[in-house]
């Protein structure tokens, strides 16, 4: 599976902004889609990640981001979201998007797939 972030950019606190995650593949309904951030010299960060396709569907957030981001996947794009809400300075960071093809995990080692990364800039 190859990953390509998009979406990044720079907005003001309290405004919104949506990040894609196209994968290449036919298989990407089998993975755990996931997106993680890591800011200039701190370790990266869990953000968000969503079940496989036929399974739950559930989904799983970073304490940090609880009730202001919310991920998605649309199977017939082959494209993860990560609708990003009342953003805050704190969530500056290159922001990644992971795949497995095994269980939601908020540990970035387990994920196999990585994109390139965008950049999401908050100024206060």
């Known amino acids: 599976v190859q990953l390509q972030a998009s979406g990044g950019g720079l907005v003001q606190a309290g405004d919104s902004l949506r990040l894609s995650c196209a994968a290449s593949g036919r298989t990407f309904s089998h993975y755990v889609m996931a997106w993680f951030r890591q800011a200039p010299g701190k370790e990266r960060e869990f953000v968000a990640a969503?079940?496989?396709?036929?399974?739950?569907?559930?989904?799983l957030y970073g304490d940090s981001v609880k009730g202001r981001f919310t991920i998605s996947r649309d199977n017939a794009k082959n494209t993860v979201y990560l609708q990003m809400n009342s953003l805050k300075p704190e969530d500056t960071a290159v922001y990644y998007c992971?795949?497995?093809?095994?269980?939601?995990?908020?540990?970035?080692?387990?994920?196999?797939?990585w994109g390139q990364g965008t950049q999401v800039t908050v100024s206060s």
């Open positions: 992971a795949a497995d093809p095994g269980a939601m995990s908020y540990n970035p080692r387990i994920y196999n797939y």
């Open positions: 969503v079940a496989v396709r036929w399974g739950s569907g559930s989904t």
